[in-house]
């Protein structure tokens, strides 16, 4: 009864921008909005007073006097910065977003409900902290606080977000928080096993196989009875749907590094620690930063708005953060349906029925005929609802069917506590070692590489998440009925974990961190090895020069843009008749820096595109393909690319001096042959010079006749885009960019781009921590705290991080006081 009369104020009208207003309106109207960030403010439901320091660069640090004021005041004051972004996060999860966004989100909305987690719910909260149902209840009641303060007398109502778009924000509920969309984005393989599929259906498993980059080395093994015909990944393509601006892709963008080094390799002999997670370019930042004291609780870093806690960074004792760690945590079953009853499919002792439920989902205006799906009843009584069946085997949801057949999802995320990030509330408080590795044990989603140091001087790594244990691959579809079942999870114990390593240093960047002959068929996929080799080179050749290593170095390195994929390159052609081509000798002579003003970078990028190109092209003319495998070859990484292109002359990327190459395995060979001809060599070279040929006339047609134009920045920028700039008068007031960029997928500042050489992902958070003194720690968000056009964080931190550039992130009192520029109390 509490959260409705908070809530009644709320049915009030909200003002509704209208339609043609202005981008000098919109502006306006936008700082007219903003929320009240100075002076004192009632929050009902708050025990005692908390005050709120924001320093010069937007991050709040929250003082309280018990845990429940804490985590109030923190819902309070992200729903302050970032509501209308935390309301389509929230809605997102519900599948909630059709009833405010129109139609076209009806389909995303649908697979959320399939995806939702309908488990033990006290199993599920207590997964992540004993506490866990206590916090967000709080955190969850500070921001219903906020909202239902926006509609007190004297308030200026709903953020300019709300106005434009029509709509105003609901209450939360602790459950709001137990998100499970971000989650299924981040744990692997439902899209490959489609694409791995297709393959197979098309070529037949062997040389279905050497299309992709198995780590180990496997081949596609397709169960028996297994029929693949008519697979494709586009089958789901509804899972993430088409909006960037608010979907979760396909796959999650790789490009995360991190690293913990010891205080013997440091300048000030304590530990230090560095983490940059990367995601998909957004606006607003998909991290929110704060620093939360109360008693038992002083944790400053980095997490998301929706979410209580700090996902990474420190406390009093220890520093950590984390990469992917891509375990496959998703399989796929293929369930033969019952030609009698499409609803019942088979298993081992007969036809099951499906699972069935009915759920009502709002549309905000009427659906169209073309809008409808064939499993969709209109509410006669209320047209903007629908109601649609959502069906569930034994192994999970039901993503697609065609009545004689149906794929089936089992994922980890219908397991208890597999909400992303909020078992950082258990790593908030760990003090030692052990105390962090208890708290590993209950982080199961998105899995990781969570990195670690502590005031001790001690250093460590342990990979985290659940790693279902299971007989086959996991590469492809299986059957529903034929004993393909998890047996259980890897013990987190079993996971790769490190403790104070000789060598002083730790680093992870999305690659394959098991050994070879592990036990387990965890993962098969993983990151290029270039960003991992350069940051391990870089600390053994500053171990060498006996240099010690210090805050700009960490720096120098989470921003460093050489390309080790580059110099491969260089090394190649070194080998062919190119290096006696004149118009070659500067790219010859290029440092593999792939600078915004680069030339050579700006060739590089295109040749090796063309390239793509040009071995997709010949795979589909020798081998028959469909478009989808020659689309593969356009996603080859330079690995991948290098490996085909060195063997017809194994020895192409090899020094003088080096021992000989091994000889081609057969399937290399196969492969050099079915792509090349019976005289390989010539034809590779010829395919080299043709491609140069071509990336040349792609860089005039893109950046005109005058060569000292083509610049790798020309071509590679950045742009940030919100949810709602497709409203007339917005895109001026919310979107910012484009700006340069430097850098690719393979650098370790990873920018890794769309097919327009757009980036599209990068470092949506940096992070290094300097364990002598809390205070010297650098940090950076993009493009700014808040959400809210019209402040002054909006994008404020763009500048730093487009520059490679830092702010500390303070956390003594003192040094708090000093930078402060808002205060604001929060009273009972």
Known sequence: MKRVLLFACLLLPIPILAQDSTPKDLAAAAHKALA???????AKGLEKPVEVLRDRWGVAHIYAQNQHDLFFAQGFVAAQDRLFQMELWKRAGQGRLAEVLGPAFLARDVNARLLRYRGDMKAEYESYAPDTLAILTAFTDGINAYIASLANSGSHGLPVEFQLAGFSPDPWHPEDCLNRMAAFSMTGNAFSELEHAQAVSLMGADKASLLFQFDPEVTLDPAPGADFEGLASSLLQNLVGSDHRIEFPARVPQGSNNWTVSGALTYSGKPMLANDPHRVIGLPSLRYMVHLVAPGWNVAGAGEPGLPGVALGHNEHIAWGFTIFGLDQQDLYLEELNPADPLQYKTETGWQPMEVLHEKFGVRKAISPDEMRNDIVRDPKDPSSVDIALN?????PVLWDNGKRAIALRWVGSEPGTAGYLASLAIDRAEDWDQFESAVARWKVPSENLVYADTSGNIGEHSAGLAPIRKWTGLLPVPGNSGFEWTGFVPVNELPHFFNPKEGFIATANHKMIPDHYPYN??????????INRINWMFENAKEQN???????MAFLQNDITSLAAIEFQKLLRSTPLIDEPSLHKFFAWDAELERKSTEAAL???????????LADRFKKDRGAAQILSTHYKDLSPDAIFKILKTPDPNANRSA????APKPTKSATEDALALFGP?????????????LKSARAELEKLLGPDSAEWTWGALHVVHFRHALDQQPGAKSLFDLGPLARPGDEYTPNATATSDSWEQVSGASYRQIIDLSNWDRSWVVNTPGQSGQPGSPHYSDLLPLWDAGRYFPLLYSKKAVDGETTNRLTLEP
């Not at 965890?522 to 960003?531: D, L, T």
């Not at 240099?547 to 170095?553: G, Y």
């Not at 590089?604 to 040009?614: F, G, K, M, S, T």
């Not at 005289?679 to 491609?691: F, I, K, S």
Request: hydrophobic share 30%.
């Open 36 to 42: 009240v960030i100075s002076g004192k403010l009632n």
């Open 392 to 396: 569930f085997t034994r192994h999970g």
């Open 522 to 531: 965890v993962g098969f996929e993983w990151a290029s090895p270039y960003r």
């Open 547 to 553: 240099h010690k290593i210090t805050l700009p170095d």
């Open 604 to 614: 590089y990028e295109v040749w090796l595109d063309q390239i793509r190109n040009a």
């Open 657 to 660: 001096g080096d021992p000989p």
């Open 679 to 691: 005289n390989p060599g010539p034809e590779r070279n010829q395919l080299l010079y043709d491609t």
